[in-house]
């Protein structure tokens, strides 16, 4: 019998992770660039199965910073290797350095055509929650699987919600509100035009640097425009990110926009509450709540100080499940890690505010007002 070996492959292996690479794929493959950089020290781990001390396979987990989510972002196998149970191996591998770091899941995509890799991911508990059209190179469907890492613990996710991605810096608040009532209604349409309209209706004009971002009032108003109910926990008065703004004159354009989208709340009943949204307030409203977006900062997530929405697709007991609109943390990861993201409760609740005054809020979508 062979004996098998996994360890954390270093800067020497290069060249033996190339050739697995070159023996294992026609397209898709990895850069040594890619490797190298992936063997540094990071949010990821790449290890090596050595058989009698010959490399004959690896595995790469990614792990998203400030989140209880892990992905296989690849994993290979010489072919002179296979049939023996070395890929379980490294697979298994795979997990316990995700449960290690706490991951409450395991996420990947395979090919839709690769029917022994499908099977083995079956067999040891995965499951299929969505499809992506033209993945691959080749125009190859992507099948994305999970698997539940911590028994008992989280809600797994059993069809994709639906997901979209900002396509400007600016309009993350558009996107997880686009999220929010496409999620509630199948029918409401959501596009780029769509996307920029509503920042356009919500903006607050100015903000430190760039373009505005988007108020929690204006991304109230917006749905509750659209015919959609909309209720905004906000824990203090005033207008928001104003102390985030040093010129005057700008200040007095935010003033008086937030004037505005204040006046036009009114017409609106009960669609903005002022609340503490302590740790007990957050669990209650996200308990009574199916569909939230999230005032948070992104510090936790990828240590930069700056307001960010996300949408709230799902909490439980521990975690709060978010669907990021930014996919631009890193290279490597893909749409699979920013949608339906366990972070835990009390994480969460910490990342959930913005700036020296701690502004929080949290604003509650739902279903369409019947006429």
Not at 74 to 92: K, M, V
Request: hydrophobic share 35%.
């Amino acid at each position: 019998m062979p004996v098998n070996h996994i360890r954390a492959a270093v800067q020497s292996d290069l060249d033996s992770l190339e050739a697995i690479e070159q023996r294992c794929f026609s397209g898709d493959k990895l850069s040594r660039r890619s490797f190298k950089s992936l063997i540094k020290a990071g949010a990821h781990s790449t290890s090596i199965l050595l058989s009698d001390g010959i490399p004959c396979g690896y595995s790469i987990v990614l792990f998203r910073t400030g989140t209880s989510l892990a992905r296989l972002y690849s994993i290979a196998l010489d072919p002179a290797y296979r049939g023996q149970g070395f890929a379980q191996q490294l697979l298994t591998h795979a997990e316990m350095q995700a449960r290690e770091r706490d991951c409450l899941f395991m996420r990947l995509e395979v090919r839709i055509d690769n029917p022994a890799a499908i099977a083995l991911y079956e067999k040891l508990g995965y499951a299929t929650f969505d499809s992506i059209d033209d993945y691959y190179e080749d125009g190859c469907t992507a099948l994305r699987f999970e698997k539940r890492l911590q028994a008992e613990t989280g809600s797994a996710i059993t069809e994709a919600p639906t997901y979209y991605r900002q396509t400007t810096e600016f309009t993350c608040g558009p996107a997880a509100l686009m999220m929010a009532m496409r999620n509630i209604d199948p029918n409401y349409p959501i596009s780029r035009r769509e996307e920029l309209q509503l920042w356009r209706e919500a903006t607050t004009i100015f903000m430190t640097t760039g373009h505005g971002g988007s108020s929690p009032h204006g991304l109230a108003l917006a749905a509750l425009k659209r015919g959609f109910g909309a209720r905004l926990y906000i824990n203090r008065s005033g207008t928001p990110f104003i102390d985030s703004v040093r010129s005057e004159e700008k200040r007095q354009v935010i003033e008086l926009v937030h004037q505005d989208f204040s006046e036009q709340l009114l017409n609106y009943p009960d669609s903005v509450e002022i609340n503490p949204l302590g740790p007990s307030q957050f669990r209650e409203i996200l308990e009574r709540h199916s569909h939230v977006i999230a005032l948070i900062s992104t510090w936790a997530l990828n240590r930069n100080r700056a307001p960010h929405w996300v949408y709230v697709s799902k909490s439980d007991e521990h975690f709060v499940y978010i669907s990021d609109p930014d996919t631009n943390d890193s290279r490597w990861q893909s749409e699979t890690d920013f949608m339906h993201v366990p972070i835990s409760i009390n994480a969460f609740t910490n990342m959930a505010s913005f700036g020296r005054d701690r502004l929080r809020c949290l604003l509650a979508i739902h279903p369409q007002i019947s006429e």
